[in-house]
């Protein structure tokens, strides 16, 4: 196994394409509406009844209360339905970056999760149809895709990630991130302390919903149920610039709130620093430092400048890797740079931040 650099990717084709499963449940009328609609904003969705999968045709024959009375009756309400309060949202049908609903209403798609091509896309629908059409299998063989997608995918990253793992969900990617720290760790210890590892993780954060991935969770933790904090993961305060313990003063001019901002990336790095200390000094070294490089279920919390860099220097003094979570804003999502770990790099002239694992969706 190489351990100087791993990028794993949640390959389940929901990622790009989540809304698919949803085109085909709506009431006739809503269908009429939608194929008005269809046609009048895009030459490339001529849809016909005779295009509807037969597997798919009773779908249109329910209402909205249909599809939720049988929702309540078959799926377990501890999925809940997004917006309940205002009546819960049924989308029909999606197109680039708009939603639609049963009653025609469009919604601008600014959180639907992790689809991040746009609804519809000609070309993906294309391709993940044609690949239905040839061969579903498995990484076990070789195939030309997955070869040719391992080498793009790695093409992104700084260099030395250069190993690629496709599983199926976010959750999976960083699970199996997590693992891998756990044995990497265990490769270069001693054996008193093979059995022990130790993860920090930041407050508020969420990374998945495996048994490994929620130890890592404080999101899960905070919601008053089964899930705590183990005792094998510590949770440090987010560097939250605007509502945390180091939040900077915006009425300054901008030379004295980024010096603010650089004196709260120290502040809220020694958190970190001093839970590597404390760690370390009970002979237990650690194994994984989880973080976004821009926060997403916390609220959107970009790190200040020189957090970064600063956690990942202590995390790896101490005998542990960085795992970059980019379920949520990797592949460009926050606008300026492919991965938001690179968000940080910016800030000021000191060496590039590369994690020790990526995972991404
Ligand atoms: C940052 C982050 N990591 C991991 C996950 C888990 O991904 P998945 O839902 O594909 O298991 C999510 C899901 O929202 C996420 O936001």
């Known amino acids: ?81 997004s917006y309940k309060n205002s009546g819960g949202l049924h989308f029909t049908y999606g197109y680039k970056s708009r939603l639609v609903d049963a009653n025609g209403v469009e919604y601008l798609d600014t959180r639907n999760n992790v689809a991040h091509c746009g609804h519809g896309h000609p070309e993906i629908t294309k391709a993940i149809t044609y690949q239905m059409q040839q061969l579903q299998t498995n990484t076990r063989y070789l195939h030309q895709n997955v070869s040719l997608l391992a080498k793009k995918l790695s093409d992104l990253l700084p260099e030395s990630l250069d190993v690629v793992f496709f599983v199926n969900s976010g959750s999976e990617a960083n699970d199996l991130a997590l693992r891998l720290a756990r044995v990497y760790k265990q490769s270069k210890q001693n054996d008193n302390h093979k059995g022990k590892e130790h993860i920090i993780t930041l407050d508020h954060a969420y990374h998945g919903h495996t048994l490994a991935t929620l130890d890592v969770s404080p999101y899960k933790h905070r919601q008053g149920n089964e899930m705590v904090c183990p005792q094998h993961v510590s949770t440090v305060p ?65 790190p200040p400048r020189s957090y970064l860099r600063r956690c990942i220097d202590a995390v790896q003094d101490a005998g542990g890797l960085y795992i970059a979570d980019e379920v949520q804003t990797g592949f460009g999502r926050l606008g300026k740079c492919m991965w938001a770990f690179q968000y940080s790099n910016e800030d000021d002239d000191s060496e590039e931040i590369v994690p020790d694992i990526v995972t991404g969706k």
């Open 238 to 302: 987010c560097p939250d610039v605007y509502r945390g313990v180091h939040a900077i003063n915006r009425e300054l001019d901008s030379s004295g709130t980024r010096q603010q901002e650089i004196e709260a990336g120290k502040q809220y790095a020694k958190f970190v620093e001093e839970e590597c200390k404390k760690i370390t000094s009970q002979g237990i070294s650690v194994s994984a430092f989880i973080m976004e490089g821009g926060m997403s279920v916390a609220g959107v919390i970009l």
């Open 1 to 81: 196994m190489k351990t100087d650099g791993g990028i794993i990717i949640d390959m389940s084709s929901s990622s790009i394409y989540t809304m698919l499963m949803f085109v085909g449940s709506s009431a006739a009328v809503t269908l009429a509406r939608r194929y008005a609609q269809l046609s009048r904003r895009s030459s490339t969705s001529s849809i016909v009844n005779s295009d509807i999968p037969s597997s798919l045709l009773e779908s249109y024959t329910l209402c909205s209360e249909e599809v939720e009375n049988l929702r309540t009756q078959y799926m377990s309400n501890s999925c809940s339905i």
